[in-house]
């Protein structure tokens, strides 16, 4: 099985690299020091296991677990925390692998052992549970071996698409594996539906305007990163983007 540690402290992953070294069926392919180090190193070596760090600085451990878990195949993780009991139990009660700092090899090689995937879904709520739970920084497009991460901030709008969602930024079009509607939850503070296939970010809408049929329509900067600047709100939906246009 090939294993990738992931952990901001040299110690930390020294130590994790002796007692894999000891142990049969295992070879680490791979140390990163963050997240983005991480993704590119999981992209290159395409390894089995990721052993993740949840505190990093910069992109964290649950986000990069996210991004992971978009690969395909996506590698099973296992956390390293040192948080409390109330992440352990949110963790254990999805099947999220886990081992407590300061390591110890007979934990280690039994969370390697029971190695899962994981659903985003149960990642998502396990982080809620135990006070992890962070926007994303990022979102990930996942094609051609390759992960692209695009900052949230330079999205202008999702889009359903077919089976996909299309996301207009600042740099192109591309598409990602996420429902609209977990976007919704995770970033209805930055943006907002207008109708059921659309999120819009609010600091890109300019105003709203009814066309000569009658119909509302979000009129967006001329700086938004989006193609088309004029978008149809349906009706359910129109008081709703007036209050977070008026709160913006």
Not at 185 to 190: D, Q, V
Not at 220 to 242: A, F, Q
Request: glycine share 6%.
């Amino acid at each position: 099985m090939k294993v990738l540690i992931v952990d901001d402290e040299r110690p930390a992953r020294d130590r994790l690299q002796q007692i894999l070294a000891e142990e049969d069926g295992y070879k680490v392919v791979g140390e990163a020091g963050n997240g983005r180090e991480a993704l590119a190193l999981a992209a290159r070596l395409k390894p089995d296991i990721v052993l993740l760090d949840i505190r990093m600085p910069g992109m964290e451990g649950v986000e990069t677990a996210h991004h992971l878990n978009a690969m395909e195949p996506p590698p099973a993780v296992v956390f390293t925390t040192a948080y409390d009991e109330y992440a352990i139990e949110a963790f254990e009660a999805r099947a999220i692998g886990y081992v407590l700092k300061p390591v110890r090899r007979a934990r280690l090689t039994a969370a390697l052992d029971h190695a899962a995937r994981f659903a985003r879904s149960a990642l998502s709520e396990a982080a809620a549970e135990a006070n992890l739970g962070r926007q994303r920084k990022h979102v990930c497009a996942y094609a051609q071996g390759q992960l692209k991460l695009i900052p949230v901030t330079k999205i202008g709008c999702f889009r359903a698409d077919q089976k996909y969602v299309s996301v207009d930024h600042d740099s192109g079009q591309d598409l990602i594996d996420d429902s609209l509607k977990s976007l919704e939850a995770e970033f209805g503070n930055r943006f907002v539906r207008i109708h059921r296939s659309a999120l819009i970010a609010v600091d890109h809408i300019d105003r709203i305007e009814k066309d000569a049929e009658g119909k509302s329509r979000v009129i967006l900067r001329d700086d938004s990163h989006v193609e088309d600047k004029e978008l149809i709100i349906s009706r359910r939906h129109v008081t709703e983007v007036r209050r977070r246009l008026k709160e913006s």
